[in-house]
């Protein structure tokens, strides 16, 4: 079985600059989330789609992140404009149920 | 107030040593559960807990989650220079979202 897909890897652009980051999740699993750590800090909840509709976006940190599902299979976070701020690694992970989380690799991304 | 605080913040041991980490949290839970993210790399599920366990064993792992205390321990033996990373603690609150509530993690060293 795949895991939880994320690209790219690591993006650098510079600030004002628009990022689109992928998640693949797992085939078949309705929950996705997405969470961001920035350099040094926690781990924070951003968001959760259950299949397409958003669940919980309690912890977009403002109207520059968008995040879509459409269809239900891979979701998008966009930042638009980027800030030197939003520099760090955003994680995603899905679920099925509660069958507990697989998280992906992470995009780290740096904003110049 | 911040859920599942760790510390040590950073260790450092020798190889063959034991490691623990202690992590505490402040709303009822229904699990916690322990990741790792080796340097900047993705997030790795260790060990789930759920609440009405007291102790659990995977390998080299242990963990103990004390409900009275709002705390749980993470005890690697033997130690390798591979278990070098971070390693977070995780709640998902008691009749609440899905949603994680991870620490700022402790940092582990393990010198060869």
């Known amino acids: 079985e795949a895991g939880v897909t994320q690209f790219p890897s690591h993006s650098v652009i510079e600030k004002g600059q628009t990022v689109t980051l992928r998640c693949d999740p797992i085939s078949g699993h309705d929950n996705l989330y997405w969470y961001r750590r920035v350099m040094g800090k926690e781990i924070k909840f951003l968001l959760h789609f259950v299949k397409e509709s958003k669940q919980d976006e309690s912890g977009m940190p403002n109207n520059r992140f968008l995040a879509e599902r459409t269809g239900g299979t891979y979701s998008t976070l966009k930042v638009q404009p980027a800030e030197l701020e939003d520099s760090g690694v955003y994680f995603c992970?899905?679920?099925?149920?509660?069958?507990?989380?697989?998280f992906g690799s992470g995009t780290r991304l740096t904003v110049v | 107030s911040q859920q599942g605080e760790e510390d040590p913040q950073a260790l450092s041991i020798q190889e063959g040593e034991n490691a623990t980490m202690n992590c505490s949290y402040k709303t009822s839970i229904n699990n916690l559960q322990w990741y790792r993210q080796n340097s900047g790399r993705g997030l790795v599920h260790l060990i789930l807990?759920?609440?009405?366990?007291r102790e659990k064993h995977s390998g080299r792992l242990r963990v103990t989650l004390d409900t009275s205390k709002k705390s749980s321990s993470l005890l690697i033996t033997a130690s390798r220079a591979a278990d070098t990373a971070s390693y977070f603690c995780?709640?998902?609150?008691?009749?609440?979202?899905?949603?994680?509530?991870f620490g700022k993690g402790t940092k582990l060293t393990v010198n060869p």
């Open positions: 995780a709640t998902d609150a008691w009749r609440g979202s899905e949603k994680l509530v």
């Open positions: 807990i759920r609440s009405n366990e």
């Open positions: 992970a899905s679920s099925q149920v509660w069958s507990g989380y697989t």
